[in-house]
């Protein structure tokens, strides 16, 4: 959408010159969305007297703009397109539902009788017909409407669906099956519905005693599950009546999720990346450790050998002082020396009988 940059004194002037109802058919605000910006701004706004005062030429009091602002003098307005009812201010929901009912071609009227019914109208009907005598009859293989009346509600609630349905393949979307659940596929995300009527409890018909329910002709629609479930009732306003309001609480609600769905994914892909590395780390450094330990065991068997190797040459200096170098002696420095080689890690002479 165009936009427009005014400054405080420009809006000023504008809303002392221009009646709300005017500024909202220039501007893609609601008349509390034009006072919001005002009080954002700190600008003054006239009251209701003022535009009859003006017309009959009446004095007025004109509240003065305060020069002194704390913020950035700087106002982004939307214009409105020609045509186009939405205002920029309100909730997604709200926008959402403008643009379902302002397209001509969408089908929002729920009719007195079915015409052209959909699939899942027939395929509906047909288990009903199926399951009259039979309350355990189920068919999995076919989609049905989620639909849970009293008999004599049933018509109306399958010109309901039929509408409903019509509407959610024009929007884009489609029907689906989840275990025994029906529910519509927007972008990939699976929206559980229901369309059950409401009862109340009400004393029991003789010769019982105590409550039993009772159907009360209002209808319930519900999407979702859970804490994401949205319930809407019969009231002053039906069901049919909002029929373009459900549609875009549902696509609404499908983003939400898809946009939960993405964020648990990236959450996922960075707990295993964070996981992977962690891993790698306690990899590298139990790998350090074992290398380390292996040193120090190395180290330790090298200061033996030179532990070993001192004690044959005191026992060899002995016996050369001693004149005592006897061939028996010199035999075992000899076996001595090379267990010693044996046991040197710089030197690791094989040794057939120790080694096995």
């Not at 009812?85 to 539902?97: E, H």
């Not at 995300?189 to 029991?204: H, N, Q, T, Y």
């Not at 330990?293 to 060899?316: F, G, H, M």
């Amino acid at each position: 959408m165009e936009t427009i940059q005014l400054t405080r004194k420009e809006l000023y002037e504008l809303v002392w010159s221009t009646t709300l109802s005017k500024l909202t058919q220039q501007y893609a605000y609601t008349n509390d969305g034009i006072k919001k910006i005002c009080k954002q701004f700190e600008i003054p706004m006239p009251d209701g007297s003022y535009w009859s005062k003006l017309k009959f030429n009446k004095k007025f009091k004109k509240e003065k703009l305060n020069p002194i602002f704390g913020g950035v003098d700087k106002i982004i307005l939307t214009i409105r397109e020609e045509g186009n009812l939405i205002n920029v201010d309100q909730t997604p929901l709200t926008i959402r539902t403008k643009e379902i009912e302002n397209d001509p071609k969408a089908p929002l009227t729920v009719p007195d009788k079915i015409t052209k019914p959909d699939i899942l109208t027939i395929q509906t009907q047909e288990f009903w017909k199926a399951a009259k005598n039979n309350r355990f009859y189920k068919d999995d293989k076919k989609i049905t409407y989620p639909i849970r009346f009293d008999i004599n509600n049933r018509e109306r609630a399958l010109r309901f669906m039929d509408t409903f349905t019509k509407l959610i393949r024009y929007r884009g979307h489609t029907f689906s099956k989840e275990n025994i659940e029906t529910g519509v596929l927007v972008d990939g995300i699976f929206v559980e519905l229901d369309l059950r009527e409401a009862s109340k409890r009400v004393p029991a018909k003789p010769p019982y005693s105590g409550t039993e329910l009772e159907a009360t002709g209002e209808f319930i629609f519900k999407i979702g599950r859970y804490s994401g479930e949205k319930e809407w009732r019969d009231g002053v306003v039906k069901l049919e009546e909002i029929l373009a309001k459900i549609v875009a609480k549902i696509e609404i609600y499908a983003q939400e999720q898809k946009k939960q769905e993405e964020a648990s994914r990236l959450w996922r892909l960075q707990y295993d990346l964070e996981k992977k590395i962690e891993e790698e780390i306690k990899k590298r450094r139990n790998e350090e450790v074992e290398k380390f330990n292996r040193l120090v065991k190395l180290s330790e068997q090298y200061d033996k050998t030179l532990i070993i190797r001192q004690y044959i040459e005191a026992v060899q200096q002995k016996a050369i002082n001693a004149n005592n170098l006897t061939p028996e002696k010199q035999e075992w420095i000899n076996w001595a020396n090379d267990k010693a080689d044996w046991v040197d890690p710089l030197i690791n002479k094989p040794n057939d009988i120790l080694d096995s």
